[in-house]
């Protein structure tokens, strides 16, 4: 299975700042998974990220709020943006490399204050 | 579109007897299906996965799940309860062909509480 390093592990931030979450991949893969875990809550699916184009959000995410980045097959990054406490959770990126099935990051947790 | 209800928020066994956490699925294609658990302040560890090979599926930890395509049910059991299973356990169903590159959804996750 692939593994993913995942930074930082947890951070607490300002309102209305940014932070920005990077994973790294030690395998190629097509497709990144960024999700959120809402303190208490199962994981929910922010975004699809696709190398060379743009990542697809689902319902109730937006680009302006949690822009992604995905310049190779190895990298991505999640930023969120001005941040309120509403946004303290946990963030996870996920990769299927192939038949394993579908490996996490350790995680993000992030506290807004 | 694709969903999966775990039956139980919450379940409670005392150590050595059996486990089973109830899940049941929706999904539009044949659906690949997993186990995974997440122990307090750890990441999420793969336990187990079904993709229409055989429909009982062995994992790690003495863990098994049976796919049951009759009742879209894919439970997870376990003959003997350990202390080090306590921890929150998610039942995830991907649907469609392309393997890898498609979506997860989780069911709202089981806390299982092992009873010394």
């Known amino acids: 299975s692939a593994v993913i390093s995942q930074k930082p592990s947890r951070d607490i931030c300002q309102r209305g700042t940014s932070l920005t979450i990077q994973c790294q991949v030690d395998s190629q893969v097509t497709m990144m998974f960024w999700y959120r875990q809402q303190p208490g809550q199962s994981l929910t699916l922010i975004a699809t990220?696709?190398?060379?184009?743009?990542?697809?959000?689902e319902s109730g995410f937006v680009i302006d709020k949690f822009p992604i980045s995905r310049p190779n097959l190895t990298f991505s990054t999640l930023t969120v943006s001005n941040m309120s406490p509403e946004d303290s959770s946990i963030y996870l990126c996920s990769v299927s490399p192939g038949t394993y099935g579908y490996t996490f990051g350790s995680g993000t947790r992030l506290t807004v204050v | 579109a694709q969903s999966v209800t775990q039956l139980d928020s919450h379940v409670s066994v005392s150590e050595g007897t059996p486990v089973l956490l109830r899940c049941n699925y929706s999904s539009s294609y044949s659906p690949s299906l997993f186990w995974y658990v997440q122990h307090p302040n750890k990441g999420l560890q793969l336990l187990l996965k079904y993709t229409s090979a055989a429909t009982l599926v062995k994992g790690i930890n003495g863990f098994e799940a049976e796919f049951k395509k009759s009742e879209t049910s894919f439970h997870l059991t376990k003959p003997s309860a350990h202390m080090s299973d306590a921890a929150e356990y998610f039942c995830?169903?991907?649907?469609?062909?392309?393997?890898?590159?498609?979506?997860?959804?989780f069911g709202t996750g089981t806390r299982l509480t092992i009873i010394p």
């Open positions: 995830v169903v991907s649907g469609g062909t392309n393997f890898g590159n498609e979506k997860l959804t």
């Open positions: 990220a696709n190398q060379g184009s743009e990542a697809t959000y």
